[in-house]
């Protein structure tokens, strides 16, 4: 069983920068293609990005330039650097670890963590 656990969010101003942390524990972190999502009030489940075991990073084409999804397979942690945050950015970001991540769907992803709220103000 996977156990995902994001760190790192908070209140931001816009135009600023914050780096998410996300944790794994139990499964083979290494082989696993690890991504985030986002979900704004009222909204529904956003992709964000992806980076799969071996490969190349996929992004949500709306985010590809300002955030940066990098991991450390030493460290079983992945993260997600947000950059030029904008007050629409703000949102809880979840971390994720599955295959279908490369589907840019929340459907059928197997390991959640919890969130992290990150709120950008203007």
């Known amino acids: 069983q996977v156990q995902l656990v994001e760190s790192g969010g908070g209140l931001v101003q816009a135009g600023g920068s914050v780096r998410l942390s996300c944790a794994a524990s139990?499964?083979?972190?290494?082989?696993?293609?690890m991504g985030w999502f986002r979900q704004a009030p009222g909204k529904e489940r956003e992709f964000v990005g992806a980076?799969?075991?071996?490969?190349?990073?996929v992004y949500a084409h709306s985010m590809k330039g300002r955030f940066t999804i990098s991991r450390d397979n030493a460290k079983n942690t992945v993260y997600l650097e947000l950059n030029s945050l904008k007050p629409e950015d703000t949102a809880v970001y979840y971390c994720?670890?599955?295959?279908?991540?490369?589907?840019?769907?929340?459907?059928?992803?197997?390991?959640w963590g919890k969130g992290t709220l990150v709120t950008v103000s203007s």
């Open positions: 994720a670890a599955d295959a279908r991540l490369l589907s840019k769907e929340p459907r059928g992803i197997n390991y």
């Open positions: 139990g499964g083979t972190f290494s082989t696993k293609t």
């Open positions: 980076v799969p075991w071996s490969g190349e990073t």
